[in-house]
């Protein structure tokens, strides 16, 4: 299986790559914990083209995971993005990883994440707000992060966790 991690532009084709997996994703991982008209109510609600505003803004990245041409993950750093409790002073970067349950080997993990960490070099602390019971947890704190506090995450309001990276500077 060919695996490549690679930055994604805001476009009609990155974002429909994107929406395959948030599609397939959210359908999967929310399946046993709300509704299918819930579920259904938010692809509905989906908007490519604030999607590829919110993209094209230069504090975002998107990076797209595709085993053999499929995409399969993805990740989405957000330079600045702030949550309570973190020090003022330092630089912070919001991660949303999602990885298919289908296609969370070790190697795509890595991948996505090796290209996600680079992209993340310049802040000091990496963020996410991370279900409960997402099976990429448990990848994220053997990658570094620990868990912050107990909160809620969207699009549902489903018991997740606050979890950090501290980025240490070389030099």
């Not at 041409?69 to 993005?81: A, D, E, F, H, R």
């Not at 680079?118 to 099976?135: E, K, V």
């Amino acid at each position: 299986m060919e695996i490549i991690s690679k930055f994604t532009i805001g476009s009609d084709e990155g974002v429909n790559d994107l929406f395959t997996v948030v599609k397939s994703y959210v359908n999967t991982t929310y399946k046993d914990l709300i509704s299918v008209e819930e579920i259904k109510h938010y692809i509905e609600d989906w908007d490519p083209r604030k999607m590829i505003n919110e993209l094209n803004n230069l504090s975002n990245q998107l990076i797209i995971t595709y085993a053999d041409q499929k995409p399969v993950g993805y990740g989405i750093l957000k330079s600045g993005s702030r949550y309570p409790g973190f020090p003022e002073e330092k630089r912070l970067t919001e991660l949303y990883l999602v990885i298919l349950p289908e296609y969370s080997t070790p190697e795509i993990r890595e991948s996505l994440w090796k290209k996600c960490r680079a992209a993340a070099s310049f802040t000091d602390i990496i963020w996410t707000n991370i279900l409960i019971q997402d099976p990429l947890l448990e990848f994220l704190k053997e990658s570094g992060f620990s868990i912050k506090e107990s909160s809620r995450t969207d699009p549902f309001q489903l018991s997740s966790y606050i979890v950090e990276m501290q980025i240490t500077k070389n030099g």
